[in-house]
C-alpha cells in the first residue's frame, strides 16, 4: 500500500477519501462530547460554531463531515508543498497519507475544532514561507504569511505563537530584510485592527482581549485528569514524534540544502505546537492536530529514505494499527 502512495498517480487521492471514512466510521457507534468547540470565544470561531450550532441538530455528524472534508483539503495542500519545493526525491502522494494518518490519532481531532481550522492558515503559511526561498521579492507572499497567523489565531488563540514561527521559517530560507520583517508585522496586524473595529463599533472594545484570548474560564490550563484511552494516544503520539525527530538527520545526509532548511522549520513547528499548548484555557487534546502537519512531512522524509520496502510497510501498518486502537478501544469502554 504504502508504495502506492509513493507513486506520482493522481488516483491515490481516492485512497484519501477510504483513510478518512475507516478513520470516521468508529464513531458513528460513539456519543462522542462536542460541547468544548462551543467554549470558545475567539471572534471567528464564535462567529462560525454558532451557525453551525444552530443550523445543525446533531453537531456530531455534521461536525465529523465537515472536518473529513477539511482534512482531505489539507492533505493535498500538504502535498502540493512537498512536490512544489521537492522536499522529496520525486513527487508522489506520501505526505498527505502520514497527514491524513497523524491527523487523526485523537477522537478530537476527527471532529471539527478551532484548532484543526487554524491549522489550515497554517498550512497556508508554511506554503508561503517554503516558496520564499526562490523568489527574490515578494513582499505579498510575505504579507500573507502574517495575514494567514493573524486568521488562525482569531480562530484559536495558541496560534499567536506561530507568529514566531514565521519569523525563524523567514530567517532560515532569506537573508534578513527589515522591510519583510515589517510587512509580517504588518500582515499579522490587519486582521485584529479589522476586528477592533468591529467591537468599538458596537461597543463591545472591552471584551476584545477577552475573547480573543479565549480567557472567559477562571483559572488557566483547566483539565480534568486525561482517561486511560487518552493516556494511551498520547503515548503513541509522543513514540512518533520521538522516532520521526531521531531519524531526521540521517535522512538529510544526501538532501539538498534548501531541503535542510524546510526540515530545521518543521522542527521549530513541532516545538511551537508543544510550547503553544500553555496558551490553552482548556488543556484539550485538540490542540495536537497542529502535529499533523510537520510530522506528515518529516514522515515521508524518512520513510522514502528506507531501501527495505518490507520496513516501510510495516511502519505504515504500524500507524495505521495505533490509530484504529485508540478507537477500538473507545469501543470497548462503552459496551
Sequence with gaps: MLSFFKSNNPTVVVFYIFYL????????????????????????SALLFSFLKNFSANYQIISLVLAGILCFVQALLI?????????????NYLAGAL????????????????????????????????????????????????????????FYFPAVLFVLFAYIGLATVRPFNYREWTIILLGFLSP?????TFYYWNDKAAELLTDVTNAHISGWLVRNTFELTDKIVLAGM???????????PASLYSSLIQVRKFANTLVVFIVLVFVSGSLQQTIHLSHLV??????????AMVLMQ???????????????LLVLAGQILLLFNIF
Excluded: M, Q, W
Excluded at 192 to 196: K, R
Excluded at 306 to 320: F, G, Q, T, Y
Design 238 to 248: 509522543a513514540i512518533c514524534t520521538l522516532v520521526c525527530l531521531t531519524l531526521l
Design 99 to 154: 497527514f491524513i494518518l497523524f491527523a487523526s490519532f485523537f477522537k478530537e481531532s476527527l471532529l471539527l475544532t478551532p484548532a484543526s481550522i487554524a491549522l489550515a492558515f497554517l498550512i497556508l503559511c508554511s506554503a508561503r514561507i517554503f516558496s520564499l526561498i526562490r523568489k527574490e521579492k515578494s513582499y505579498g507572499d510575505v504579507f500573507d504569511v502574517g495575514f494567514l497567523i493573524a486568521l488562525a489565531t482569531l
Design 21 to 44: 471514512v475507516l478513520f470516521r466510521v468508529c464513531f458513528s457507534f460513539i456519543p462522542t462530547d462536542t460541547s468544548f468547540v462551543f467554549e470558545h470565544r475567539e471572534p471567528l
Design 192 to 196: 485584529l485592527l479589522v476586528v477592533f
Design 79 to 91: 502535498n502540493n508543498i512537498v512536490n512544489e519545493n521537492k522536499i522529496l526525491a520525486k513527487k
Design 306 to 320: 528506507i531501501k527495505r520496502k518490507l520496513v516501510s510497510e510495516v511502519i505504515h501498518l504500524i500507524l495505521i
Design 290 to 299: 497542529l502535529l499533523a502537519l510537520p510530522l506528515g512531512i518529516i514522515a
